[in-house]
């Protein structure tokens, strides 16, 4: 039997929520419906980190808003934060929030509330200051990195409902500076086809697809039972897409059930897709965007197969005066037991990739904390500028590391090819506009074994650049740490070529103990090792020998790092320290 839970005895179980403002309704099959006025910008829904499963819609005069229902999970009792549901669109209509499995004991009855913002603390401790982070919800893969008149778009995978992954929907952010994000509406929801994967974007300067001309082009997996690619389109720079009629453009590819992550290209007048097949890349040809043939196959027998590719990016560089070819793929189980990219060196002819012999699986970077990195389309001045997701794992599968927010992306990484002394190999560096965010510099007089403030580390979000000139194979390092105890240790290990990072002790965090001691990261042996580590309360971000290496590690002390302390025999010849912001 139904049951209709009229204002008045609304108001009498919870009267912070009702009266005529909230119409619920809950029938004993659990299904739960709340009418209401959108007056203000969000209905907030109460949630938890061990909450209860429930399918949620929004419907505005009787028809739903999403293309398809999404997973939401509600607090089965304490409220650990509320999942915000934009009604904006829909201000002075009449909406109806459905929920399943609600019980007349959830927060949930009678305890949704309206309001102009998201009842969150938005500066939470371990929320980064320089590196992008969503206002709201999960974040992963970077996609559609595209550049525009001044403008640095990035997509990238959202739940914008939960801190956990799910409802896998583009979210949109823009920079002028690659530093400082303001955050869009998300352009593309999960729909019949399926939830909206990872992908890229194209703008198309001679209107090859008949969107208009410069429209830009998102072409992305669509994956619900099996995946298959799906394009839409912008008219108004990028800010909203419009789904193309025809989808899929590229059907399941029935030889693999992992067939995801298209990344496109103009090259020899064409069209030309990279696509994660399963344990290989596929590229495809077209003249417009919607009509796709196999070019070629290319990743069986070389590299590390692990586990399953994923997100390739394939970019030309110049390299001792030649033209050579990087091919990223994305991949599990590096040799730090984590998810990591890996990459090829070689040549593309317009069809086929083939690799130089070198001694693979080379690595973008040996931390374990950096995933699907990609780079942007249409950079100024023909640069590769790279973004990848800092993977920030969470505690358990109930309790995660941030409160509000999970994931974010690294800093902007400009990338080339310079010599180890024995091959080629990719090198990758801070972008220029990196150094545009320092803010007060301050030097650093470091002796063995003393721990010493560093200027302004009071916000937990700062660059320290130390050389070092090793007195010979000894070790040496450095060391950041808090009052508390905690401490990152970095350890180089010249006799053997390695960097070691250890987070045993950093903080919170309980690490799977093979990727806590340590962390290991193949250098080059030089006379002389220059480090930059961008340090922002929740990750460190290492540079070592202008791209000899990179090493990405979350770490998630309960108290900001503000102290340095170097050891071992190596010389210091200069120490710098910068406020970031």
């Known amino acids: 039997m139904t049951r209709y839970l009229m204002p008045l005895l609304c108001c009498m179980l919870m009267a912070v929520s009702c009266g005529p403002a909230i119409q619920e309704s809950l029938d004993s099959d659990g299904n739960y419906a709340a009418t209401l006025k959108a007056k203000k910008h969000y209905i907030l829904i109460p949630s938890s980190y061990a909450g209860k499963p429930s399918k949620m819609d929004l419907e505005v005069d009787g028809a739903s808003v999403f293309e398809f229902v999404q997973d939401v999970t509600l607090a089965k009792d304490a409220v650990d934060y509320w999942i915000p549901v934009d ?143 799906s394009i839409a389109y912008s008219t108004d720079g990028g800010y909203s897409f419009t789904k193309y009629a025809g989808n899929p453009v590229l059907p399941d590819n029935p030889a693999t059930r992992d067939f995801r992550d298209p990344k496109v290209y103009w090259i020899g007048g064409k069209w030309v897709m990279a696509i994660s097949a399963r344990q290989v890349v596929e590229f495809y040809g077209s003249p417009n965007l919607k009509d796709w043939h196999l070019l070629s196959r290319f990743g069986e027998g070389i590299g590390s197969h692990r586990s399953v590719w994923e997100c390739p990016d394939l970019r030309k560089f110049e390299y001792e005066g030649k033209e050579k070819w990087v091919l990223f793929v994305t991949i599990g189980q590096d040799p730090n037991h984590a998810n990591n990219t890996q990459y090829f060196i070689g040549d593309f002819d317009g069809e086929r990739f083939t690799a130089d012999p070198l001694p693979y699986p080379l690595w973008v970077d040996q931390g374990v904390n950096q995933y699907a990195g990609v780079t942007y389309a249409n950079a100024p001045d023909d640069r590769t500028v790279f973004v990848a997701w800092l993977t920030s794992s969470a505690f358990s599968s109930t ?133 930059q580590l961008f340090y922002d309360r929740m990750v460190s971000e290492m540079f070592v020998n202008d791209g000899d290496a990179v090493a990405t590690n979350c770490v998630y002390p309960s108290a900001y790092y503000d102290h340095v302390e170097v050891f071992g025999s190596a010389a210091v010849s200069s120490a710098m320290s910068y406020e970031m912001k």
């Open 87 to 229: 009604v904006s669109p829909y201000k002075g209509n009449e909406v109806t929030l459905k929920l399943t499995g609600v019980s007349q004991s959830d927060p949930v009855y009678g305890g949704i509330k309206l309001s102009d913002t998201i009842d969150m603390d938005y500066d939470e401790p371990l929320r980064m200051v320089y590196h992008f982070t969503p206002l709201f919800g999960w974040n992963n893969d970077p996609n559609g990195l595209f550049y525009k008149d001044g403008i640095w778009h990035m997509y990238f995978q959202h739940n914008p409902y939960s801190v956990f992954w799910g409802n896998m929907t583009w979210g949109h952010a823009t920079s002028k500076d690659l530093i400082h994000w303001t955050q869009h509406d998300n352009v593309l929801h999960p729909d019949p086809l399926g939830a909206i994967f990872s992908g890229s974007a194209v703008i198309d300067k001679d209107n090859t697809a008949g969107f208009g001309k410069d429209a830009v082009v998102a072409i992305y997996t669509s994956d619900r039972n099996g995946e298959r690619q």
């Open 399 to 531: 309790m995660p590391a941030t409160k509000f927010f999970t994931g974010g992306m690294t800093l902007p990484h400009e990338l080339s090819l310079k010599s180890n002394g024995s091959h080629p190999i990719l090198a990758s560096v801070p972008s220029p506009e990196v150094y545009a965010a320092r803010g007060k510099a301050s030097s650093l007089s470091l002796k063995a074994g003393e721990r010493t403030l560093i200027p302004g580390s009071a916000n937990g979000a700062y660059e320290i650049d130390l050389s070092f000139t090793p007195a010979g194979p000894e070790p040496f390092g450095f060391i950041l740490s808090n009052d508390a105890g905690e401490k990152v240790v970095y350890t180089f290990k010249p006799s053997e070529g390695r960097l070691e990072t250890d987070r045993s002790q950093s903080g919170l965090q309980a690490f799977p103990k093979e990727v806590a001691s340590p962390v290991v990261s193949v250098i080059p042996v030089r006379d002389s090792y220059k480090v």
